[in-house]
C-alpha cells in the first residue's frame, strides 16, 4: 500500500511561495469581467491562481463565502458583483495569501466606494475553527506535554462551538476558484459537508476547479508536486458531482466544462469545470394537492430523490418539492397544477410518499368539477383558438 504524501505541508508550501512570485504553472487562463478586474491592484492580479469565475454567477446583495481566497481576486470581484448591500468573506490557510489579500483590501475598497470584504483564517475542511483565535490561545496556554495537546484539542472544539470561524446557515452562496482538489482525500467528504453546514436554506454553492476524465492512480498521488499542482486531488467529472449529491445537495448541474484540457498526464485528462448546487430538499413533506407536468425535452427525467417524470405526464408532489421545482433550476422544465381549492398549509396532512405517482386532473379540480366555457376564455389575450 502506497502512502500519501503529506498534501496539506506540500500545499502550504508551494502557495507561500506562490504569494511572493507569481507561478505560471498553476494558472489557468480564465477571462474575468475586464471592468470588474479595474478596481484590483495589480500584484493581486498577477498572482492568479484560478481556473473559472464564479463570481460572475453572484447577484446583488447576497453573503458570500470564497474558500482558498489566496491574493484575494475573485472576492474583489464579488465584492462589485454583490454591491454594497452584499457581503464577501475570504477563507484560506495560508498566512503568506492573507496578508497580501488584507494589505489591498483598504485600496479596493477606496476604489470601489465601499467595504465588504473580510479575509480570515481557517481550513475550508473544517470551517468552524478560526485559525487565528486558535493561535491566540496557544500562544497563552503553549503545548508542551500530552496533557496540554489534549487540552488544546478541547478549546479548538470549544471555539467550534462558541465562536465558529463560519457559522451553520449563514451564507447565500459560497463560491470557490481552483482550491477543492488541494484538499487530501480523507477530508474532502468533510469539506462538502462543511459547504452545506454554512449555506442557508435555499442557498447555492458554485464552485469551479479542476477534474479528470479518469481516476488518478495512486503513483500521481505520491507525488506532492503534482498534489500541489491542483492535478493529483483532481476528482474525476463524475466523482465531482457525486460528492455534492452525497452531502445533501440537489438541484447539481455543470455550468461551464473546458472541452481543452488545462494539462494532460500520462494520458489522463485534467479540465476546468464549473458547477452549480443548492441546498435546501431536506424537511417536512405536506399534501396540498399539486401537481406538476415535466415538459420535456426528454421522453423522462429522474430528480434527485429519485422519482422519474415522464414527459408530460401530471406528476403528483408535496408542497416543498412543488415549491423547489418554482425555482431555479428546475423552473423552466415544469407547468404547476395548482388545485382548484387550495389547501391551506395549517390543514395540509404529511404527504404520503406511498400514494400513486400520477395525479389525476379530478383531484386538482374535484370530483363533482362540472364547469362548462365558451371558447376564447382558455387562452392568452383570448380569441387564439
Ligand atoms: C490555486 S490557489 C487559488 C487561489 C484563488 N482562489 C484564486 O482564484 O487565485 C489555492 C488557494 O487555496 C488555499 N488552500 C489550499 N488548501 C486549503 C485548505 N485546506 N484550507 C484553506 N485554504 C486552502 C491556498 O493557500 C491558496 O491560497
Known amino acids: 500500500m502506497s502512502k500519501l504524501p503529506n498534501v496539506e505541508f506540500a500545499v502550504r508550501q508551494r502557495y507561500s511561495a506562490a504569494a511572493h512570485t507569481r507561478v505560471d504553472a498553476l494558472c489557468c487562463p480564465v477571462e474575468y469581467d475586464q471592468n470588474l478586474l479595474a478596481a484590483i491592484p495589480k500584484e493581486v492580479l498577477d498572482r492568479d491562481y484560478g481556473c473559472g469565475d464564479p463570481s460572475r454567477h453572484l447577484r446583488r446583495g447576497e453573503t458570500v463565502l470564497d474558500l482558498g481566497s489566496g491574493t484575494g481576486k475573485i472576492c474583489f470581484i464579488a465584492s462589485q458583483v454583490v454591491g454594497p448591500e452584499g457581503r464577501v468573506i475570504g477563507v484560506d490557510m495560508n498566512d503568506d495569501m492573507l496578508a497580501l489579500a488584507r494589505k489591498h483590501q483598504p485600496a479596493v475598497a477606496l476604489n470601489v466606494g465601499y467595504s465588504n470584504v473580510e479575509f480570515r483564517k481557517g481550513r475550508i475542511q473544517d470551517l468552524a475553527l478560526d485559525l487565528e483565535k486558535l493561535d491566540a490561545e496557544l500562544r497563552s496556554h503553549p503545548i508542551q506535554s500530552a496533557e496540554s495537546y489534549l487540552a488544546a484539542e478541547l478549546r479548538a472544539e470549544e471555539l467550534r462551538v462558541r465562536h465558529p470561524l463560519v457559522a451553520s446557515d449563514s451564507i447565500d452562496v459560497v463560491i470557490s476558484n481552483c482550491v477543492l482538489n488541494l484538499v487530501e482525500p480523507k477530508s474532502k467528504q468533510q469539506l462538502f459537508g462543511e459547504i452545506f453546514r454554512v449555506l442557508k436554506k435555499g442557498g447555492r454553492a458554485v464552485i469551479s476547479d479542476i477534474v479528470s476524465d479518469e481516476a488518478v492512480p495512486d503513483e500521481m498521488q505520491n507525488d506532492p508536486e503534482l498534489w500541489s499542482g491542483c492535478i493529483s486531488g483532481a476528482l474525476t467529472e463524475e466523482g465531482f458531482l457525486s460528492a455534492f449529491a452525497q452531502a445533501g445537495f440537489y438541484g447539481i448541474r455543470i455550468l461551464n466544462l473546458h472541452m481543452n484540457p488545462w494539462q494532460t498526464v500520462r494520458g489522463i485528462d485534467f479540465r476546468a469545470i464549473t458547477v452549480e448546487a443548492f441546498k435546501g430538499k431536506q424537511g417536512a413533506c405536506f399534501e396540498r394537492n399539486q401537481a406538476v407536468i415535466y415538459k420535456g425535452p426528454f421522453k423522462e427525467v429522474l430528480d ?82
Open 304 to 385: 434527485d430523490d429519485d422519482n422519474r417524470m415522464e414527459r408530460g405526464k401530471r406528476y403528483a408532489v408535496c408542497d416543498k418539492t412543488y415549491e423547489l421545482f418554482k425555482k431555479a433550476p428546475y423552473r423552466e422544465f415544469f407547468e404547476f397544477v395548482d388545485p382548484r381549492v387550495p389547501v391551506a398549509p395549517e390543514s395540509a396532512a404529511p404527504y404520503d410518499c406511498q400514494r400513486p405517482a400520477l395525479r389525476h386532473p379530478r383531484e386538482t379540480k374535484g370530483q363533482d368539477y362540472d364547469l362548462t366555457t365558451k371558447p376564447g376564455e382558455c387562452c392568452d389575450g383570448g380569441g387564439c383558438c
